[in-house]
Structure formats: C-alpha cells, structure tokens
C-alpha cells in the first residue's frame, strides 16, 4: 500500500490546476451529509458536471450530527477530495471507472464552526442545499432555540433560512432550492412542513413564515443508486497500490443511477445535472418513478427474500443465478407486475431489465437475511397491489405471486426464540426473523395452534390470510388464493397439505 495519502500533493499538475479552481468558486451549494451514499450519488454528478464545464459552484459538507465528526476530520485532512470506482454491469459486460472527486472547497463541523455554517446561509453565492440525513433526520423533535447549535436538521434549516431571511431583509430572490435525497416519500414536502413546525416552536415572525412558504422550494426527490463503500482491504490495496496513493475516504457503487426530481426542466439550468448526460430526470409527477421502484424493484426483493433464505440461499446474486428461481423472479415481475402497473409497458419492461442487470452486479454482495427485514409490512406495500390488481379483475391470483405470498407464509412459521422469533429453513438449518412484534407473535400463534390441534394446512393459511391487523384486509376471501399457496408442496413437510 502506498505511503503518500490522498490530498492535493498526490494530484497531477492539471489536476491540481483545476481543484485550485474549485477551491476558489462560490459555493453554491451547502450539503447536509457526509456519508458515502451522497458522496457516490450527488457529488459525483457535480463532478461530472464540473469537468464539463457545466457546473462553476463549489460544495460545502457538514454532517448533520456530531456523531459525523471523524468523516468530516478525515475528509479535511484529504482536503475535501476522494476516490470513487464504479464497477457492475453494464449491457451485460463489466465495467469499472475511477476518478477522484473534487467538488468540496469548504469541509467543518458545524457543532464546532457554528458561525461559518451561518456565514454561508448568509452568502449571496448559495444557491441549493442537498441532505441526507436518514429518514430518522426528517422527523420532529423538540428543540430550544438558543445561542447553541441545533441538533436536528429541520431545526437547522428553519434557523438558518430565517438568518437568511433576516440577512437579506426578507428579499424574494433570495430563497434557497432544497434537495432532500431521505429515502422518504414526499421528502420536500417533510422539510418544509418540518421547518415551519420548529418556527412557529420558537416564535418567529409570520413575516418570515410567510417568505419560507413564498420564496423557498423544497423539491421532492428520489435518488436510485447502490453505494457499496469501502471495499474489501486487500481489494483496496490492489487499487491504492495501482493509483500510488491510499485513500480511506474511497467508496464504490454500482454504474446505476436515477435521481428523479419533481420540478420544472428548466431547473437544469441552475443545476446542470441532466445536461451533463447523467440519469436526472425533472418531472411534474413523481408517482410513476417511486411506483415503479416500489412495485419493481423493491416487491422483487421482498419476494424473493423468504423463499431465498428458505432455499438457503444467501445474496441476492446467488439467488439471481439459481437455475429455477433466478428464472421465476424475472417472470414475475415481467409477465406478473409489470402488466399491474398502470404506465407504458415498454418503460416498465426497460427498468425491470436494468434491475435484473443491477441484482446480477458480481461486486455487490447484497444479503437477504438483511432484505428480509419487515418482510410482512414491506409484502403489503410491494406486493399486495399486484395481487389486488388481477383480485379487482376478478381474475385468478397469477401463480408466481401465490408462490411469493406462501414463501412469507411459511417463512413467517416462527417460535419465540430468547428475545426473538426463528423458523427452520427447508433444508433444516435455523433462520432468525426480524420483523414488527406484535404480527410474529400472531403468526407465531396461528401456526403453534394448526401444529397442537393438527389442523390442515388450508385452515392455517386461510386463518393467516384473515388476519387484518396483517393486510389491512381479509385475503381469505380472495377466491382460490389459500389453495393456490398451499398447492407448492416444496415449502411444506410432507402431509401438511392432507
């Protein structure tokens, strides 16, 4: 491994010539997260746009707590740059790219630099800020307004814009564009919602209330990509060895990348994000990008979660290659879920074939014992729609999203285990659930009960599927479905379907 440490000395001449350049832009943009999923999704896009000569700001990078401080000290002591390799799959051939990113020209923890992060709200150069806190950022906790810095993000952002607002005297052109990259829905309209929460806490003036709602935009987004960070050490070697310079900020993600804003396309020209050839997509209606994310990818997750770890299988890619399974996932979603979803069928075959390239990705190591968490909750969310689609149709439930459904089913036959809940795989080896209490211990229950009183297997799914505290309704009434899930014999011991 190398000795010299990444920073501005391991750069070229030319390198070096243009991070000179963006040390000394405006910032425009302040970033609320140092983590590696905005550091491989969002600052890697205005990196690209920079070197096109798209994009003439700089980024600023806080963390949002303090918990934050070593990435930030580390990111510093690099002066704001590091490595990121995209490697997958790419039309089926593998590829991988590195570059080191240079978009941060200012790098402070704002628990110890208070007054530099309030310099900047107050710049007349800012422009934009970017967060990603994680979903437990965007929610309300109650918060004094003090000489102190505040904790919670929302907290932050109503204070700073309303020293903003006070900075300018309440000037119309002076709003900020907020994009919020928490994997929430609705995350703008979250922000604002909670910003205006934490104003009226404090007291502050309906002037200022007014000009939030008036002069700022808070964006909603949602941001597709897998950041798989660090790699492995001796992987991390090799390439540091190559390169001639170490670099423990480097991260990794997969050649995918969607960041689908709700907002006019002439926003481009403020952030040129799509300009620069990057997969940004301004839109008036987000529904169809979360539907499509929801309903494709995320339902071929959960489907595939229960019945892989029942099959002992362990990573998404391992199920992908499975001779039989691998197969029924993509006719699922093909000729199951895609046909449910009420958009073109054309764009939906397009993204399910990415997804099936991304699940593929051999340098991704995705494990569904931690895919399978909140299986029952996220099964309603992903899945239940499909079934409910052909149900309203009045048409049988398609055998492969029975066969998703029975995998839960069985998946969820748990016994309380110490502080938890863990079932017995098909092959016989002990698997741990993790999922909301209160519905393991009904399954847990209702499977107990069949077993003591030898109840037929159809009573017990039938029950199962009556239990509205799971579904939100009674799927006991959709016609054929218990006998559907009951007919894949593979997931039952023999004699349970007698």
């Given at each position: 491994?190398?000795?010299?440490?990444?920073?501005?000395?391991?750069?070229?001449?030319?390198?070096?010539?243009?991070?000179?350049?963006?040390?000394?832009?405006?910032?425009?943009?302040?970033?609320?997260?140092?983590?590696?999923?905005?550091?491989?999704?969002?600052?890697?896009?205005?990196?690209?746009?920079?070197?096109?000569?798209?994009?003439?700001?700089?980024?600023?990078?806080?963390?949002?707590?303090?918990?934050?401080?070593?990435?930030?000290?580390?990111?510093?002591?690099?002066?704001?740059?590091?490595?990121?390799?995209?490697?997958?799959?790419?039309?089926?051939?593998?590829?991988?790219?590195?570059?080191?990113?240079?978009?941060?020209?200012?790098?402070?923890?704002?628990?110890?630099?208070?007054?530099?992060?309030?310099?900047?709200?107050?710049?007349?150069?800012?422009?934009?800020?970017?967060?990603?806190?994680?979903?437990?950022?965007?929610?309300?906790?109650?918060?004094?307004?003090?000489?102190?810095?505040?904790?919670?993000?929302?907290?932050?952002?109503?204070?700073?814009?309303?020293?903003?607002?006070?900075?300018?005297?309440?000037?119309?052109?002076?709003?900020?564009?907020?994009?919020?990259?928490?994997?929430?829905?609705r995350?703008?309209?979250?922000?604002?919602e909670?910003?205006?929460?934490?104003?009226?806490?404090?007291?502050l003036?309906?002037?200022y209330?007014?000009?939030?709602?008036?002069?700022?935009?808070?964006?909603?987004?949602?941001?597709?990509?897998i950041?798989?960070?660090?790699?492995?050490?001796?992987?991390?070697?090799?390439?540091?060895?190559?390169?001639?310079?170490?670099?423990?900020?480097?991260?990794?993600?997969?050649?995918?990348?969607?960041?689908?804003?709700?907002?006019?396309?002439?926003?481009?020209?403020?952030?040129?994000?799509?300009?620069?050839?990057?997969?940004?997509?301004w839109?008036?209606?987000?529904?169809?990008?979360?539907?499509?994310?929801?309903?494709?990818?995320?339902?071929?997750?959960?489907?595939?979660?229960?019945?892989?770890?029942?099959?002992?299988?362990e990573?998404?890619?391992?199920?992908?290659?499975?001779p039989?399974?691998?197969?029924?996932?993509?006719?699922?979603?093909?000729?199951d879920?895609?046909?449910?979803?009420?958009?073109?069928?054309?764009?939906?075959?397009?993204?399910?074939?990415?997804?099936?390239?991304?699940?593929?990705?051999?340098?991704?190591?995705?494990?569904?014992?931690?895919?399978?968490?909140?299986?029952?909750?996220?099964?309603?969310?992903?899945?239940?729609?499909?079934?409910?689609?052909y149900?309203?149709?009045?048409?049988?439930?398609?055998?492969?999203?029975?066969?998703?459904?029975?995998?839960?089913?069985?998946?969820?036959?748990?016994?309380?285990?110490?502080?938890?809940?863990?079932?017995?795989?098909?092959?016989?080896?002990?698997?741990?659930?993790?999922?909301?209490?209160?519905?393991?211990?009904?399954?847990?229950?209702?499977?107990?009960?069949?077993?003591?009183?030898?109840?037929?297997?159809?009573?017990?799914?039938?029950?199962?599927?009556?239990?509205?505290?799971?579904?939100?309704?009674?799927?006991?009434?959709?016609?054929?479905?218990?006998?559907?899930?009951?007919?894949?014999?593979?997931?039952?011991?023999?004699?349970?379907?007698?």
């Open positions: 491994m190398s000795s010299l440490r990444l920073g501005r000395d391991a750069l070229t001449e030319e390198r070096k010539s243009k991070f000179d350049r963006m040390k000394n832009a405006p910032v425009t943009v302040l970033q609320i997260g140092e983590g590696n999923f905005l550091r491989g999704f969002t600052d890697w896009m205005l990196h690209v746009s920079r070197e096109q000569g798209l994009f003439h700001g700089s980024v600023a990078v806080t963390q949002p707590r303090p918990s934050g401080k070593p990435k930030i000290e580390q990111l510093n002591a690099q002066d704001g740059l590091y490595t990121l390799v995209v490697r997958g799959l790419e039309g089926g051939e593998e590829v991988e790219r590195s570059n080191v990113i240079s978009v941060f020209s200012q790098v402070f923890d704002p628990y110890e630099n208070w007054n530099r992060l309030i310099e900047i709200a107050q710049s007349e150069d800012l422009r934009f800020v970017i967060s990603n806190t994680t979903e437990a950022g965007l929610t309300y906790k109650p918060e004094p307004l003090t000489n102190e810095p505040i904790i919670s993000f929302p907290g932050k952002i109503a204070y700073l814009l309303y020293r903003r607002y006070e900075a300018f005297g309440g000037a119309a052109d002076k709003g900020l564009l907020f994009l919020p990259c928490e994997l929430l829905e995350n703008g309209d979250t922000l604002l909670l910003v205006l929460r934490y104003s009226s806490d404090w007291g003036p309906e002037a209330r007014d000009w939030v709602l008036a002069s700022n935009r808070f964006l909603n987004t949602l941001v597709d990509r950041v798989t960070g660090y790699p492995e050490e001796a992987q991390a070697d090799a390439w540091f060895s190559e390169w001639g310079y170490s670099d423990p900020m480097l991260t990794t993600a997969e050649p995918y990348h969607l960041w689908a804003i709700e907002g006019e396309a002439e926003l481009d020209d403020l952030l040129p994000l799509k300009k620069a050839d990057l997969n940004v997509q839109t008036d209606d987000l529904s169809p990008f979360q539907q499509r994310k929801v309903r494709i990818l995320n339902a071929a997750h959960t489907w595939m979660a229960p019945l892989g770890l029942l099959h002992g299988i990573q998404v890619r391992e199920f992908m290659e499975h039989s399974l691998g197969q029924s996932i993509k006719s699922l979603i093909l000729h879920v895609v046909p449910a979803l009420p958009y073109p069928q054309r764009e939906m075959t397009d993204y399910a074939n990415t997804v099936f390239e991304r699940f593929a990705n051999p340098y991704i190591r995705h494990r569904l014992a931690d895919i399978a968490m909140n299986s029952l909750s996220k099964f309603k969310a992903r899945l239940l729609p499909s079934l409910r689609y149900a309203n149709l009045g048409q049988p439930i398609p055998e492969r999203l029975a066969v998703g459904l029975a995998g839960l089913l069985r998946y969820t036959r748990v016994r309380r285990i110490g502080d938890g809940y863990g079932g017995i795989d098909l092959q016989g080896k002990a698997y741990s659930v993790r999922d909301d209490e209160e519905l393991l211990g009904l399954c847990s229950e209702i499977w107990q009960n069949a077993e003591q009183t030898q109840e037929k297997l159809l009573e017990t799914v039938k029950r199962l599927l009556s239990e509205e505290t799971v579904w939100d309704m009674d799927l006991s009434a959709w016609d054929g479905l218990a006998e559907a899930i009951i007919t894949r014999r593979e997931l039952w011991e023999e004699g349970d379907s007698r």
